[in-house]
Nanobody, 112 residues
Framework: VQLQASGGGLVQPGGSLSLSCAAS????????MAWYRQAPGNQRDSVAD???????NYADSVKGRFTISRDNAKNTVFLQMRNLKLDDTGVYYC???????WGQGTQVTVSS
């Protein structure tokens, strides 16, 4: 499975962004997917995940602000982010759970 995240950019605090992650292969619908964030100097942490059945989990820091979803017909997982904060800055990656090879992430910068 190859993964490609996109949709990052520069946004002001309080703004919104939507990220997408396209996956290759025919088994996407059976995969447990997650979004991770790596801030400068920090480890890569999970911010949200979604099971193949559609159950979701969120890190406490993003609950109520981020929404993870998936479109199995398009082999794509999404992360809608709103009310962005300075601490949301980082490179965002998608991956399966358990993790496979990491793909290219997308940079999100929250700055005034």
């Amino acid at each position: 499975v190859q993964l490609q995240a996109s949709g990052g950019g520069l946004v002001q605090p309080g703004g919104s962004l939507s990220l997408s992650c396209a996956a290759s292969g025919s088994i996407f619908r059976f995969l447990h997917m997650a979004w991770y964030r790596q801030a400068p100097g920090n480890q890569r942490d999970s911010v949200a995940d979604i099971t193949f059945g559609g159950n979701t989990n969120y890190a406490d820091s993003v609950k109520g602000r981020f929404t993870i979803s998936r479109d199995n017909a398009k082999n794509t997982v999404f992360l809608q982010m709103r009310n962005l904060k300075l601490d949301d800055t980082g490179v965002y990656y998608c991956n399966t759970i358990p993790n496979r090879q990491w793909g290219q992430g997308t940079q999100v910068t929250v700055s005034s």
